[in-house]
């Protein structure tokens, strides 16, 4: 089976720092992204970042970019999120998902989804 486990979320206050983690395993695609999604109370679920096991490849969402940095560890099967810079209105669920499709923030065409991780920040 699938697995993928979200891991490092916790209360910090803004402009503060958090690195989130996804451990996957069970698949043994080719080609896929992990991708790191959010959802805040009442909104709907938004992709914040990818990485590309083909090429490494990376995107951003806007609100993101120059805050949150996001990598892998193959050895680890691992994708980490590092945020930066965190604003109170990152607070949110934070989920990790793959797809074998192309690269992408739509949460849509991500098959596999792991738990979520609370992150909190404080103003």
């Known amino acids: 089976d699938v697995q993928l486990q979200a891991s490092g979320g916790g209360l910090v206050q803004a402009g503060g720092s958090l690195r989130l983690s996804c451990a996957a395993s069970g698949f043994t695609f080719d080609d896929y992204a992990i991708g790191w999604f959010r959802q805040a109370p009442g909104k709907e679920r938004e992709g914040v970042s990818y990485i590309s096991s083909s090429d490494g490849s990376t995107g951003y969402a806007d609100s993101v970019k120059g805050r949150f940095t996001i990598s892998s560890d193959n050895a680890k099967n691992t994708v980490y999120l590092q945020m930066n810079s965190l604003a109170p209105e990152d607070t949110a669920i934070y989920y990790c998902?793959?797809?074998?499709?192309?690269?992408?923030?739509?949460?849509?065409?991500?098959?596999?989804w792991g738990q979520g991780t609370l992150v909190t920040v404080s103003s």
């Open positions: 998902a793959v797809t074998v499709l192309h690269p992408t923030l739509l949460p849509g065409f991500y098959t596999f």
